[in-house]
Antibody, heavy 119, light 111 residues
């Protein structure tokens, strides 16, 4: 069974940093592109970032470019999101997600971890 | 604000058919990029409903169907059931943004 378990969320002050982790199991992690998607309270889904199977290619939404860094450790089956210079508008549930093997759809999602940016 | 626009809400009685539109532009749907649809029940993570414009993953009832034409796409739910009450999102790639985008989301209410 595919499992994606996020951790690392919490309360952080504006301008602060946080690192999210996503532990993957039940599939060959190194074969899949991975995503981070976020959802502010009561709002819609927003794509944040995407990383290639071997970590050699990454892409970001304009709203986080230059502040967030996606990475992965295939030996540990873990996806990361380093978030710096956090703003109030970054407050959201952050989902780790797996891209389908042959399409750009997200076929599995984690349960999400809440990040709250507030003083 | 998303580049993929959906109606905020649609509703229907049990057994009826409802459709949700996803309107884009020449840099996303109109450029030929695939559309995917997700269902999000209250308080849980989204679930893939339709991939590649019209493909249903294993386990998704055939009451759900997807289509695409020009710069728009649609999700249809036939034989509406109470358990279909949820938020629905479309997703595609946008070449102008060089990134993936989700639609604004549609809340389906079963009357």
């Amino acid at each position: 069974e595919v499992q994606l378990v996020e951790s690392g969320g919490g309360l952080v002050q504006p301008g602060g940093s946080l690192r999210l982790s996503c532990a993957a199991s039940g599939f060959t992690f190194s074969r899949y592109w991975m995503y981070w998607v976020r959802q502010a309270p009561g709002k819609g889904l927003v794509w944040v970032s995407r990383i290639k199977t071997d970590g050699s290619s990454t892409s970001y939404a304009d709203s986080v470019k230059g502040r967030f860094t996606i990475s992965r450790d295939n030996a540990k089956n873990t996806l990361y999101l380093q978030m710096n210079s956090l703003r109030a508008e970054d407050t959201a549930v952050y989902y780790c997600a797996r891209e389908h093997l042959t399409e750009t759809a997200v076929d599995n999602w984690g349960q999400g971890t809440l990040v709250t940016v507030s003083s | 604000q998303s580049v993929l626009t959906q109606p905020p809400s649609v509703s229907g009685a049990p057994g009826q058919r409802v459709t949700i539109s996803c309107t884009g532009s020449s840099s996303n749907i109109g450029a030929g990029y695939d559309i995917h649809w997700y269902q999000q029940l209250p308080g849980v993570a989204p679930k893939l409903l339709i991939s590649g414009n019209s493909n249903r993953p294993s386990g998704v009832p055939d009451r759900f169907s997807g289509s695409k034409s020009g710069t728009s796409a649609s999700l249809a739910i036939s034989g509406l059931q109470a358990e279909d009450e949820a938020d629905y999102y479309c997703q595609s790639f946008d070449s102008s943004l060089s990134g993936y985008v989700f639609g604004t989301g549609t809340k389906v209410t079963v009357l």
